[in-house]
């Protein structure tokens, strides 16, 4: 075993704190906290980076506790990275992560916009004590319940987890003979409006091992509202309880009024933002939502539907630069056009930032579960034109390393975002030709107007507008074709929806 004694620095994304060993190479220790002096174990080591753990402490950090989970440290287990550290202080590092990740993989200008847009930002609390409602184990040889190794395959049998819910303490996990094979995950849920059932091989089971449904109950209140949900045992829900609420509340502070407004939701798991925002839209509004497991889908019509909104769209798809150019906004006439998002932990990636760009909505509302692509997310919008309204931080996985973000943006006025270079190669459109699409166009001339103009037509408007088109595109394929001329009245109303979709 390889130790060193170094000084630890600040906290870096993972509940890693960023050290150097003697030999210069920087090395990100767990288990640790920023000033301490420790003994570190060095784990293992790539070109430019070495991993490792505290093995012993030589000068402590005021803001050290005894481990909230000692069986965990013990057995250098992953997913309470940072047990051993003050409530207080894991609220503040959490706040040094979100920074660093901004300024290293977003730009200084993107944290200036988010610092002015929230002066002395600090990480929201929820509280500490253990909320989660759903937890995996692995079941081990010997019928016991296992967890991971911190970066590692290995598992190791549990006999305690800090942070359940007390219904899931109840079910005495820990000392239970587990009848399902050795390596079979185990997932443990506990809804909060039907009884703890388990999840396992894509079967649910009572808590007693009997199949059941596999269907269970969640109820969230925000303010004056209240929905219930169906949800799938095995789809995605929030996994602390107190964050649907949270979260829910917080996307509809940040909206504020979108009632008639047009809006898409994309990653939308079983409808738990749905149906807030279905029911802010109202029935003027449209939403059109998009998710990739079929079971959720399922059941984010279902909750729409028996909640009595009918103005939803529930797509299952994977959401792709493909798909949200087949989506239908800006079709309509609305008060407003608005993109809910709340993306795995990759985050939307750069062709899907670019797509939901590329349609020109008036807001987006980003969720992120990781401060890195976060920041990587946030940079892309904000080259094109996307500025910072509001956001704020929130702690909702007390002890672990992870944060949740909601960031509203709002597309800048055309007049300054039209200088920013749009990366469109990728998606064969030019820069103004890609604010809307014939189809929207004629759609908005056909419900303004009540006629209808074709390709042409519109392609006509746009040269004498100076809108640079495609080569070849809609131009006849003799040159010495007679073509029709757009009649005075229609390229009005053309010309009007280029103002519309702020093409010219
Ligand atoms: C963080 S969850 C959010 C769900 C919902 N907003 C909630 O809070 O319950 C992300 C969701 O995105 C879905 N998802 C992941 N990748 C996707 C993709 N490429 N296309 C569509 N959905 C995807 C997952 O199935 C999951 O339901």
């Known amino acids: 075993m390889q130790t060193e004694i170094i000084t630890l620095g600040g906290?870096?994304?993972?509940?890693?704190?960023v050290g150097r060993l003697a030999a210069g190479k920087v090395i990100m220790v767990r288990g640790g906290l920023p000033g301490e002096t420790v003994e570190v174990e060095v784990t293992s080591e790539r070109s430019k980076v070495a991993y490792g753990r505290v093995v012993q402490v030589k000068t402590a950090s005021a803001d050290r506790v005894p481990h909230i989970w000692p069986e965990g440290e013990t057995k250098d287990l992953g997913g309470v990275e940072l047990g051993h550290v003050a409530y207080p202080a894991q609220l503040r590092w959490k706040r040094d992560v979100v920074r660093d990740a901004i300024r290293r993989n977003g730009s200084s200008e993107l944290l200036a916009e988010l610092d002015q847009a929230h002066p002395g930002w600090e990480?929201?609390?929820?509280?500490?004590?253990?909320?989660?409602?759903?937890?995996?184990?692995?079941?081990?040889?010997g019928g016991g319940l296992g967890m991971y190794e911190a970066a590692a395959h290995n598992v190791h049998t549990v006999r305690s987890f800090p942070l359940l819910v007390p219904e899931l303490v109840d079910l005495d996990l820990f000392r239970?003979?587990?009848?399902?094979?050795?390596?079979?995950?185990?997932?443990?849920?506990?809804?909060?409006?039907?009884?703890?059932?388990?999840?396992?091989?894509?079967?649910?089971?009572?808590?007693d091992g009997e199949p059941t449904t596999s269907r269970?109950?969640?109820?969230?209140?925000?303010?004056?509202?209240?929905?219930?949900?169906?949800?799938?045992?095995?789809?995605?829900w929030q996994t602390d309880r107190r964050a649907p609420a949270i979260l829910a509340a917080a996307l509809r502070d940040a909206l504020g009024q979108i009632e008639g407004f047009e809006a898409w939701e994309l990653y939308s798991g079983s409808g738990l933002f749905s149906l807030f925002l279905a029911q802010g839209l109202g029935a003027k509004g449209r939403?059109?939502?998009?998710?990739?497991?079929?079971?959720?889908?399922?059941?984010?019509a279902y909750?729409?539907?028996?909640?009595?909104?009918?103005?939803?769209?529930?797509?299952?798809?994977d959401v792709s630069p493909q798909l949200l150019r087949s989506l239908p906004m800006g079709e309509m006439v609305s008060q407003g056009t608005l993109v809910v998002a709340d993306p795995p932990r990759s985050g939307l990636g750069k062709a899907v930032a670019r797509a939901i760009c590329a349609q020109h909505p008036d807001l987006v509302a980003l969720f992120?579960?990781?401060?890195?692509?976060?920041?990587?997310?946030?940079?892309?919008m904000r080259q094109l034109g996307y500025r910072v309204k509001t956001w704020r931080v929130f702690d909702l996985f007390p002890y672990t390393s992870h944060v949740e973000t909601i960031v509203l943006l709002s597309k800048l006025d055309s007049k300054k975002y039209i200088s920013v270079e749009l990366p469109m190669d990728d998606m064969g459109l030019t820069s103004a030709e890609s604010k809307a699409t014939y189809k929207q166009i004629q759609n908005y001339v056909f419900k303004k107007f009540g006629f209808k103009v074709s390709n042409l037509y519109?392609?006509?408007?746009?040269?004498?507008?100076?809108?640079?088109?495609?080569?070849?595109?809609?131009?006849?394929?003799?040159e010495d074709l007679k073509q029709p001329i757009c009649p005075i009245e229609k390229e009005e109303a053309i010309k009007d929806a280029f103002r519309y979709f702020q093409m010219i």
């Open 458 to 478: 519109i392609a006509q408007v746009k040269e004498k507008c100076g809108i640079k088109e495609r080569e070849n595109y809609n131009k006849p394929k003799k």
């Open 11 to 17: 906290p870096a994304h993972g509940g890693y704190c």
């Open 216 to 236: 269970v109950r969640e109820t969230v209140h925000v303010s004056d509202l209240t929905f219930t949900y169906r949800i799938f045992s095995g789809s995605f």
């Open 368 to 380: 992120s579960c990781d401060p890195v692509s976060c920041a990587r997310d946030l940079e892309t």
């Open 287 to 300: 939403l059109t939502t998009v998710e990739g497991d079929g079971p959720a889908t399922k059941s984010a």
């Open 303 to 317: 909750n729409l539907a028996k909640a009595g909104f009918d103005q939803v769209e529930v797509r299952r798809g």
């Open 123 to 141: 990480v929201e609390s929820s509280g500490s004590e253990p909320g989660r409602t759903r937890v995996s184990f692995t079941v081990c040889e």
């Open 176 to 207: 239970r003979h587990w009848e399902f094979a050795p390596g079979t995950r185990l997932r443990v849920i506990a809804p909060s409006n039907s009884a703890p059932v388990l999840f396992a091989d894509g079967q649910t089971f009572s808590v």
